[in-house]
Structures are given as C-alpha cells and as structure tokens.
C-alpha cells in the first residue's frame, strides 16, 4: 500500500476524488493517484495526490487534459486539489454525473464516470444510502 494512504485517503473522507466512490463499497483500499502524472513531472507530495477508485484511476492514467463533449475543446481535467466538486459535477437520482462545466464534462468523457457499471454501482449506492 502506498505510504501516503492514510493521510490521503482520511483528506479524501474515504471516496473516491473523481466520482465519488464510496471505498467501503469495496473490498480494497483505493489507489493514491498522482493529478500531475510523475511522467509530466508531477510530484509525490500531498499537493499532487488524490484518492482514486480503480476505475477512475486507470482510466485518467496519465491525462491532465480531455475533449468538452459539447464544444468539442480541449480543456483541463477535474484537479481535486484546485477545484471544488460541486462546482464542476452534480450527482443526479438516476445514478448518473453530469458535468456543469467542460472541466466536469471533459473529465467525466475522459474517465467513463458514467459507463453502465459505475452507473449500476451508484444505483445501488443510492438505495443504501451512501451516494452521493
């Protein structure tokens, strides 16, 4: 496990950054993942970590940047240590994220946030009460 773990995850409230995963849904820790990648010489201190659940994190991998689905643009991805969550996604009953910016949009295309099995996940999430 990594060592930043603990501090990471208790500052995350145990969820993951980008979706909002609860990691007591599964039976695994979740992954301390890098916002700026170490390949873009992204640091390994606190400013730089974030909570991820698995699918989140491998599908971000070493992106910092997608396409808005709506105005075609590149922009930055959702970066949980700059931005507030509210501001950029909103969580709706039917178990999907929508995104109220193209950060939020561009982050949700580019780490399939609302594929059928994390929209599975959060239906039921719902219905025992730990989502959003």
């Not at 509210?86 to 780490?111: E, K, M, N, V, Y």
């Amino acid at each position: 496990m990594n060592a930043n773990y603990p501090a990471v995850a208790h500052r995350a409230g145990y969820r993951c950054e980008y979706c909002r995963a609860p990691e007591a849904a599964f039976n695994f820790a979740f992954e301390v993942e890098h916002i700026q990648p170490k390949s873009q010489r992204g640091e390994n201190d606190a400013s730089n970590l974030a909570l991820g659940c698995r699918s989140c994190n491998q599908f971000k991998s070493d992106s910092t940047s997608g396409i808005d689905p709506i105005s075609a643009e590149a922009t930055r991805l959702y970066n949980p240590r700059a931005d507030r969550w509210d501001d950029h996604f909103i969580a709706s009953a039917d178990g999907t994220i929508a995104g109220r910016t193209p950060t939020g949009r561009a982050t949700i295309d580019c780490l399939k946030i609302n594929s059928t099995r994390q929209v599975a996940a959060r239906k039921l999430w719902i219905v025992l009460g730990i989502f959003p």
